[in-house]
Structure formats: C-alpha cells, structure tokens
C-alpha cells in the first residue's frame, strides 16, 4: 500500500507493507538510520520521533497509521547544518557517551522545551523517563538539558540588549519635541 507522510519538512511516498512500522520505514526504507532500535518493544526510548510535534515510538506505530503525519527525526532537527542547543549541549556535556539513545534523548527533550521552556529538574526527568540509558549517565544528560536552555535564555538576553540599550538611550535624551509647525507662506513669496 502506499503511504504518504512528510518527513523532515519533505513529502515522502513509500510503497509499504501495511504491516511496516513506522521505525522500519524511517531506517530501512529512507535509510535514517538516526532514529535507533534499542528493544523492539517500547521500553528504552531510542526510536523516539516527533509525529505532529508530539514524541512517539516509532517501534510502536504502524507506519500506515502515520499517513498525512508531520514527522520530525533527528537528522531533520539541525538547521542549515548547524546543530541544535540541545545537540551541542549532549556532546558537550557528557550527556552523550556510547551515543546510541542520543537521537531518542534529544527528541524527548526537544518536545518538552518546544512546549514548555522553563522546565524544572523534576520535568525534565519526567519527559525523559521513558529513555534508558544503557550507560547510565543520566547525570550528565539532565545537565545537558540544562546546559541548552542556559544557551537559549543567554541567547534571549543578548538579542533583548540592543533593544534595551536603545530605550535607555532614548530615556536619556529626554521626550522627543513635537514636530514644528510649517511656517505660514506669505502671500508674496
Ligand atoms: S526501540 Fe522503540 S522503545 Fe525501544
Ligand atoms: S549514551 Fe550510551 S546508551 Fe546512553
């Protein structure tokens, strides 16, 4: 059967077996081999995508079942080949060790800072806490997650300066004088 879904911001069409899973196609059919297959059976969290903005297992989901859907993997998260906060963050923070439950790690996360960009500790725990570690650095992955959302807010704060500075500016200057009336022409020039 075929089966049409948007992958990465691009339409795809898959001549499928209806019983092909979601993970399935993503790997062997479009050869995104970003999205991993750590158990098979929706416990470890490495097959994580975005499936209209919302994280699933793609283990779990028959890819039919996705037809028409918005599909977000980790290849297409980067943007002019640039990586994310948050995928900076992973390498630069240890929260990527072995790296094989990165990809379902960072879509976790990315879904819960899409939603909700002030997590707490305890929130953050929650969205990543159907992702197992197998090297358990789970440490270092939450200081990952924080790290980004550090990056973002420094971010917001310098974009925020310029702005700030040229209303200070104008503070400073005091209230700007009316525009002048035109003069009345005379009559003879
Ligand atoms: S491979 Fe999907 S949850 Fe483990
Ligand atoms: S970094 Fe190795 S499984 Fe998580």
Known sequence: MITA????GQPRRLELDPATLLLEALREHLRLTGTKCGCDDSSCGACTVLVNGQPALACT???AGCDGADITTI?????????????RAFGRMGGAQCGFCTP????????????????????????LSGNICRCTGYVQILASVRAALAEAAGAAADAARPKAAADAQRRAAGPTPPPQAAEPQSAHG
């Open 104 to 127: 379902g790690m960072v879509m976790a996360a990315k879904a819960l800072l899409d939603g909700n960009p002030d997590p707490s500790d305890g929130e953050i725990q929650a969205a």
């Open 5 to 8: 879904f948007t992958v990465n």
């Open 75 to 87: 290849e297409g998260i980067a943007t002019d080949g640039r990586l994310t906060a948050l995928q």
């Open 61 to 63: 989901l028959l890819a």
